[in-house]
């Protein structure tokens, strides 16, 4: 709703502007983060700027624009009700976590809770969080740091409001609640698997292990997950995963695959033994390695992967902005140093019976 309307756009104005300059806008939540966000032609920095602050700081989330989005978000929700992967991932991190807000991650609410959204609520968070002490500012590109400094001042009010965080149970140490789950899915074709398990507070070293070792197992056509269940048996179309987490909630591993369910048994079996206890090829880790260094070097040609460090740097991990001067010769050198012995061991620690939960959604 931020750009449903403000004190001087409406929505028709906000949209018509957007489409005309901006190669983009957007905005999206997170568990610990909300983000505004929008891309330009460099000329049109100024103008950028007074548009995303416009929605940050000055929306009024008009009653019959409010309305509106309301229909909006709950198709969005139907569409996740649906979307079998996302049943899947809500059922594993309902088994890693009791409590911790990443047992809900990606759960956009029910349509009953956005029933319960009114202005006056829209209005009373943005208050709460939408304050100077709780923003970070990002640009990057062909840009001005002065510039944005003075939109910035310009645009935000002197504001004294201070926010407190919550602090939560990151339960790293807990097994999951559950191992295995089973979910009926009426009507579908396919069955799907998943594995996730809880990774814990890992270092910066242990973060590019990890990294590491989850791309050899997904990621690529000769990555295992994909050689051994597509390549040589033809089970499934696809094989994924995630390695995902804040630093304040925790981190988590998972893979996943989808398949025909008359092999849903064997097809659980092959992936345990695959996880567990199948042997990893050294070569295979030299060929990870050196993708994911050429694969960080072209990623950071553009904008949006220095704003994702720039975020990570001040909110996932606390440090000042020069952590990133030389960052990529920094990144590619620490890639560089990770060996063999220390993904192998990396996987023994956090691959285990005892510590991955599997969720099995079949029709």
């Given amino acids: 709703t931020a750009f449903d309307g403000t004190e001087t756009r409406t929505a028709e104005d906000i949209d018509i502007f957007a489409d005309t300059y901006l190669d983009m806008t957007n ?19 100024n103008e950028l700027c007074n548009f995303i602050f416009d929605a940050y700081l000055h929306s009024t989330y008009p009653e019959n624009e409010l309305k509106k989005e309301r229909g909006a978000i709950k198709g969005e929700i139907r569409g996740s009700l649906d979307d079998d992967s996302h049943q899947v991932y809500f059922a594993l991190h309902r088994m890693l976590w009791k409590k911790n807000p990443l047992r809900r991650m990606g759960v956009r609410g029910t349509i009953g809770d956005i029933k319960k959204v009114s202005r006056e609520l829209l209005l009373q968070i943005k208050e709460q969080w939408l304050v100077p002490s709780n923003t970070v500012i990002i640009g990057t590109g062909r840009i001005n740091h002065d510039e944005l400094v ?14 407190s965080h919550p602090i939560w149970d990151l339960e790293f140490p807990d097994p999951p609640i559950k191992i295995r789950t089973l979910i009926s899915r009426p009507g579908r074709k396919n069955a799907l698997i998943a594995a996730a398990c809880k990774v814990g507070l890992p270092s910066d070293h242990q973060r590019v292990v990890i990294n590491i070792l989850y791309n050899m197992f997904v990621g690529g056509e000769s990555t295992i997950l994909n050689r051994e269940l597509r390549r040589r048996r033809g089970w499934t179309y ?119 939960a599997f969720a099995i959604l079949k029709p």
């Fill in 238 to 356: 696809s094989t994924w995963g995630d390695w995902n987490g804040f630093k304040r909630l925790g981190y988590f591993l998972s893979f996943g695959t989808e398949m025909d369910p008359a092999q849903l048994q064997e097809g659980e079996n092959l992936l345990r033994e695959i996880l567990f206890d199948f042997p990893l090829d050294p070569a295979l880790f030299m060929r990870t390695r050196e993708w994911l260094i050429e694969h960080m070097i072209l990623n950071f040609e553009f904008p949006s992967a220095w704003e994702s460090a720039i975020l990570s740097c001040i909110i996932d991990n606390g440090k000042p902005l020069a952590h990133l001067n030389d960052y990529v010769h920094k990144c590619k050198e620490q890639l560089t140093h990770i060996t063999f012995d220390e993904v192998r061991a990396m996987r023994n620690k956090l691959l285990r019976p005892e510590t991955m």
């Fill in 27 to 45: 905005a999206y939540t997170e568990p610990l983060l909300t983000n505004y966000y929008g891309e330009a032609l460099h000329v049109r920095f």
């Fill in 150 to 163: 003075r939109n910035a001042y310009r645009a935000f009010p002197f504001n004294k409001v201070i926010v």
